[in-house]
């Protein structure tokens, strides 16, 4: 039996909490034979400040290039708001898309039918809904250069940021968008600021060149970025997939997110590209570290056990493990536990080491 | 009597259409002698692109400049979807802001009671909503250089658009969020991505030391950009003035105009500097130019009228009139009186000038 290296990065917050759930997870699937995995953990974000006083140390960027899958807990608090721009916990994040090459960021936003009811939403606007936004991850405004700070003659700072985007870089999230959307209902909308921007205007020649030259067969949409914000409140399930940049997608994500009133419950992959057969990879709850509900058994594990379900899928090849740990999230909502987030007024709450205990009951 | 000078822009798709209804209203303060207006109608977008080649021409941008206030219908359309960046109709609008100072855009997002069925979020959430988005309208990457696609040697295209702030932009732009929170809740949000660019890190700065030295008194939270927009879908109430940058207020207004459920009754005004006791300002509507409804007499002109209210109220100083035509506004919807947009299943919907005759009637 093949064993699987995984890399364990918990993080900050409520990182901790969720990630000790997904080692539970693991140690049943050895435990039952199914797979046998070889973890090692480390700190990035605040914690890795606080011992290394670096947010990700050399020694943990070497692991996560060895490992074949990292999964990520979350990083960031107040603790850590004075550190400096450089140091700060999310540079660790960062750093990891950038030097794994993780350039393609999955974001599925799925409302579970037992949650609909807690979504700001009309029921009815999000029951059903299952899209999947395409981040692009290793470029734009997050990594272009000049990005800096300077100080004029006047005495007034002077902050510039860049956002660069080359044809090639455009082209491969496209394909994965398409790619996935075949996958599924066959339907893209690529979102940008062709009207304002010239990123917007090279990003929609690029889908538009590339799908009528590999992709015709799908369907494709253009839609302004703040256009497609809402939409997205408007009537989300118009949408299948959904491909947008890095900073558009930081946000677009993050409303279909909140739209599904599943918040807690959504995983994500960013995958690398495709070299010998394997692709590097990192798996993250879409929910950030959370400092206010920290440390106090709170949390909700699913978004991160679902992101090992992701890993145990595309990048151990484990689809039936996979299937097996996602049926057993649902079993575990189907019987009525859930925790805080997701609690119905007058139902009773778990903690965050309950519901692991269930889903594992539950496998 | 004083003599106010507008331009009315009416633009492209249903722009023309909701000016005309704002004509109507004028024409009826003038009648009834409480005001004096002298209105000069010129073109822009996709209309002054098929008279004139250009989005806006010399002598449009000259009586924009002559007028006390300039009212702008909407840009754009598939029709010019083919013209080129330099001269898209949307360079019109941007060329107005930039070259009259309108670095202060305040978008309203107002649920109006009779209206909160139509919001896409549960009634509780938004019942009541009153926010203000105060968004930087001059500056950030809508207009940084470089601004460019360059073709590379290996024949790839590479584009870069550019996000600058200086300190005197944010703290110019955070004055009138902190000053306008002063007449209402007196609460600001400042939104970023602090965690990621450095404008975001200059923008918090910024706006931390102007509070501490001339605001201590007001509210003030700082929020990062994504986890704002996540808000404004959970508890958009939490909020009251909301300030941001040129890119993420495109994006956050859109959103909070959205939830409201009154997206065809939200006005805006885009303000410059007071210079002499006077100030440039556009008021527009913050829906866009909808050609798949133009020309159909479908559109809902509450939000161009709504944009004169403001007119009246900011540029013209005549209060009692904007007071008059806002709580005709709300008479007329009190009435049952509803375009297509906003009338509730099996209601009977009127058109756009049947909607300003009411209006007018109930001056
Ligand atoms: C933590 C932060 C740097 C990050 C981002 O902006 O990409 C987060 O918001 C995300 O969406 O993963
Ligand atoms: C028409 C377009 C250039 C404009 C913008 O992006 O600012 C619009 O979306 C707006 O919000 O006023």
Redesign the interface.
């Known amino acids: 039996m093949a064993t699987h290296k995984i890399l364990l990065l918990p993080g900050d917050g409520i990182g901790p909490e969720v990630a000790a759930e997904v080692s539970k997870v693991l140690a049943w699937f050895t435990r039952a034979g199914i797979a046998q995995f070889e973890t090692e953990t480390d700190l990035v974000g605040g914690a890795a400040i606080d011992a290394h006083g670096v947010p990700l140390s050399e020694a943990a960027m070497d692991r996560a290039k060895a490992a074949d899958a990292v999964l990520f807990g979350a990083v960031?608090g107040p603790k850590w708001a004075g550190v400096g721009?450089a140091k700060?916990p999310?540079a660790g994040l960062?750093r990891l898309r950038k030097d794994l090459g993780l350039f393609a960021n999955l974001r599925p936003a799925i409302c579970y039918p037992a949650l609909a009811e807690a979504s700001?939403?009309?029921r009815e606007?999000v029951e059903g809904l299952d899209i999947v936004i395409v981040r692009e991850l290793t470029g734009g405004?997050?990594f272009?250069e000049p990005?800096?700070?300077v100080t004029?003659e006047d005495g007034?700072?002077?902050?510039?940021?860049?956002?660069?985007?080359?044809?090639?870089e455009i082209e491969r999230i496209a394909a994965v968008a398409f790619d996935l959307a075949r996958k599924r209902r066959n339907k893209v909308a690529s979102a940008e600021?062709h009207?304002?921007?010239?990123?917007g205007?090279?990003?929609k020649e690029?889908v538009t060149r590339l799908h009528a030259e590999q992709y015709a067969d799908v369907g494709l949409e253009h839609v302004l970025?703040?256009?497609c914000?809402?939409q997205l409140?408007?009537?989300p399930k118009q949408y299948d997939v959904l491909v947008t940049d890095n900073?558009?997608g930081?946000?677009l994500s993050?409303?279909a997110?909140?739209?599904t009133g599943s918040?807690g419950m959504l995983p994500s992959a960013s995958l690398g590209a495709v070299e010998n057969g394997t692709r590097r990879a990192l798996y993250e709850p879409v929910h950030?570290s959370a400092p206010d509900i920290a440390g106090q058994n709170l949390a909700n594990p699913i978004a991160m056990i679902g992101s090992l379900a992701m890993a145990l899928r595309y990048s151990f090849g484990l689809l039936e493990a996979a299937d097996q740990l996602e049926s057993a999230i649902t079993r575990t909502l189907a019987s009525g536990t859930r925790t805080r987030d997701i609690a119905g007024p007058g139902t009773n709450a778990v903690g965050t080491t309950e519901m692991g205990d269930a889903i594992v009951r539950e496998l």
């Open positions: 960031g721009y700060r999310e960062l700001a939403l009309k606007l405004v997050y272009g990005k800096e700070i004029l007034q700072k002077r902050a510039v940021d860049t956002q660069v985007y080359t044809t090639g600021k009207n304002v921007m010239k990123t205007v090279l990003w690029t970025a703040d256009n914000a809402m409140v408007r009537n900073l558009f930081d946000i993050d409303v997110a909140m739209l918040l950030g």
